[in-house]
């Protein structure tokens, strides 16, 4: 069987984001700029799947349940001339939790818990934050979630996700997927050992 094709969109910004904050699995909505970033992505989308003579139809849509990634898919849906749902929701996408971190920019994390993050810095791939979780237990669930896949599929998820994928597809390392870059209103084509940043 050939190894599905994701197109994989990090949700739009939010207030969070533009302001630094660690967001995990807190559910924070978009922000104005995250909805033209999805809306964006789905004018991508749509440019890819027409050059590949493809209708969205053959894809299967799959969200992260937290509520950024789903507005994300609604309005990539609606971009792409289907309606806004129905697509499947899968809690094993949700981002990863930064526990007792989440809320707090990386300024108040190092004024709260230097030592803490002095360790994730030495190990960010294994170091989970207090009552959070690592990038390690991160990739099983989406490991797991991969592994049951049979076929192409349209993702709406998060940074956290997507670092996680490229490890599971052989693309980055354990030690260099925590380091590499995801950008918001990008779509990020993977298939086995293969990425392309479309945008």
Request: aromatic share 6%.
């Amino acid at each position: 069987m050939t190894p599905p094709r994701l197109y994989v969109v990090r949700h739009g910004e939010t207030d969070w984001n533009a302001e630094r904050r660690l967001q995990g699995q807190r559910d924070i909505p978009l922000n104005d700029r995250g909805r033209a970033q999805s809306a964006c992505c789905a004018d991508i989308l749509h440019a890819l799947l027409d050059t590949a003579g493809r209708p969205a139809e053959e894809f299967t849509f799959i969200s992260s349940p937290l509520s950024r990634a789903r507005e994300t898919m609604e309005i990539i849906r609606v971009g792409l001339d289907l309606a806004p749902q129905p697509y499947v929701i899968d809690a094993r996408l949700a981002e990863m939790s930064f526990g007792r971190w989440e809320g707090l920019t990386y300024e108040q994390v190092r004024a709260s818990d230097r030592a803490g993050l002095a360790m994730r810095e030495r190990d960010k791939w294994n170091f989970s934050p207090p009552a959070g979780e690592s990038y390690a237990k991160l990739c099983a669930r989406v490991r797991e979630w991969h592994a049951e896949l049979t076929g192409d599929a349209i993702v709406a998820a998060h940074g956290g996700v997507a670092r996680a994928l490229t490890v599971v597809l052989g693309i980055r390392t354990a030690a260099e997927a925590p380091l590499g870059d995801i950008a918001q209103g990008v779509v990020y084509e993977l298939a086995p050992g293969v990425m392309r940043r479309h945008d």
